[in-house]
Structures are given as C-alpha cells and as structure tokens.
C-alpha cells in the first residue's frame, strides 16, 4: 500500500458493526498487523473497538468512500463487518492543540 501523501485525501468515519466467533479471534492477530501498518501510513489517524456493543470506529484518510472501503476490505475481519462509512466536515481534536503555556 503506498503512502497517501500525494493524493487528495478525504477523512471517513468508519462504524463497523460485527459478530464475534471462535474464527474471528483467530484471525484479530493478523488484522492487528494490517491496522498497524494502516496507522504507520497516515492512511488510518485512529482506531478503536468496542466489545461491548461489538462496534469499531475507524478514522480513515482516502480519496473516496469506494477507497475507504477497498482498504477496509483487505482485513481478515471484513467478513464480519457490516460497515457505515460517513464523509467527516470537522475533525479536531487535543491532539491538533498547541501544548499549554507552562510559567516557571
């Protein structure tokens, strides 16, 4: 996967919903690989899962909602998923902050 840094990247909110089985832990391992690597690449700015509700949000830099989810795809996950991608119009956060003024 190539680093988007060229492209004109659009950020996505991804709700993931899925339904756990003896087979998907198996496969959460190799998933981890590729959200890493996702995450490594600025394609991915965040990722997070809920085993509670079996919910995952996933922040996600591509040119278009059909990019978005072709990445998403190559997860050995997608089979479980049941995905919601929404085209984001404010992303912010502390960490986009300048840190606090400390006075000594």
């Known amino acids: 996967m190539e680093n988007l840094t060229n492209k004109q990247l659009n950020k996505y909110q991804v709700t993931i919903h899925f339904e756990m089985d003896d087979e998907f832990m198996t496969l959460v391992p190799p998933h981890r690989v590729l959200i890493n690597d996702l995450i490594e690449?600025?394609?991915i700015d965040s990722y997070t899962?809920?085993?509670?509700?079996?919910?995952?949000?996933?922040?996600?830099?591509?040119?278009?909602?059909?990019e978005a989810e072709d990445i998403l795809a190559k997860s050995p996950l997608y089979k479980y998923w049941?995905?919601?991608?929404?085209?984001?119009?404010?992303?912010?956060g502390q960490?986009?902050?300048?840190?606090?003024?400390?006075l000594n």
């Open 41 to 43: 690449k600025n394609i």
């Open 49 to 66: 899962v809920s085993l509670e509700t079996q919910r995952s949000w996933i922040i996600i830099n591509a040119a278009s909602k059909k």
């Open 82 to 92: 049941t995905i919601e991608i929404d085209d984001i119009f404010v992303y912010d």
């Open 95 to 102: 960490i986009y902050r300048l840190p606090a003024l400390q």
